[in-house]
């Protein structure tokens, strides 16, 4: 862990931005699910909602870039305090995208509006949506409490993301051979629990960031990816959910 610096002012900026960014991480997260929920749900106003706030995000974005670098500016940090700093700016820039993503998700909701999905995968894309939704509020947890061990524990957590991905990637190319007159609702939906899976590795991003916050290095080992969507030929049933983590 960072130990305090001489002149004070410095660690109350970088508690600040610490801070600031973490408010940033709420309304991204919150973002995120009212997307889901719209897409799932139906709910176009609630969509609309998240597609005009996105601006808000991007407003965050400018305002908390703008701040991490008057910190350099002002305080022309050395090594690890340099590395800090930057490790915000990756952070901010992560959870800009998430907004993004989020916003992608609200759009795909207002162009299938009106279309009925079967329970089951409902509720598998919102078991989806669940975990990259818990794995971004723990990883902006151990950033804000610069827990190394935890952040870590965050970090190998994406792997369940990757794999139900690829559950639901098969699950949804199979059900587009067996139905015909839902493809284009299916097809999006394929683009939505991509972006859903893209938000767990931007949290996870952020998690690795907190580690590097917390202990001055980036974590050794690579992280593992599962998802194997890429490979998927369209034979899968829509059975194997049931085996989903």
């Not at 002002?74 to 907004?99: K, S, W």
């Amino acid at each position: 862990m960072s130990q305090p610096h001489f002149v004070k002012a410095f660690d109350q900026e970088l508690d600040t931005l610490t801070s600031s960014i973490g408010a940033m991480g709420d309304f991204a997260g919150t973002q995120f699910t009212d997307a889901v929920r719209a897409l799932l749900h139906g709910d176009m106003l609630l969509a609309q909602r998240v597609i005009d706030q996105d601006r808000q995000l991007d407003a965050l974005r400018r305002d908390l870039s703008a701040s991490a670098a008057m910190v350099i500016a002002r305080r022309q940090p050395l090594a690890g305090d340099l590395d800090e700093v930057l490790a915000d700016f990756r952070i901010v820039e992560d959870l800009e995208r998430i907004g993004d993503l989020a916003k992608n998700i609200a759009k795909r909701a207002a162009a299938i509006s009106g279309t009925t999905f079967p329970s089951d995968l409902v509720q598998s894309l919102e078991k989806l949506s669940a975990l990259a939704s818990d794995q971004l509020m723990r990883a902006l947890a151990t950033f804000v409490a610069r827990d190394a061990d935890e952040a870590l524990a965050v970090r190998e957590n994406d792997e369940a993301i990757d794999q139900m991905h690829t559950v639901i990637f098969r699950d949804l190319v199979s059900r587009m051979g067996a139905d015909q007159t839902q493809v284009v609702g299916f097809v999006h939906l394929l683009f939505c629990a991509k972006n859903i899976e893209r938000i767990g590795d931007h949290a996870t991003h952020i998690a690795e960031a907190a580690y590097l916050k917390a202990t001055g290095h980036r974590p050794e080992a690579e992280r593992r990816r599962l998802d194997e969507s890429s490979s998927v030929t369209g034979h899968t049933q829509a059975g194997d959910l049931d085996s989903a983590p």
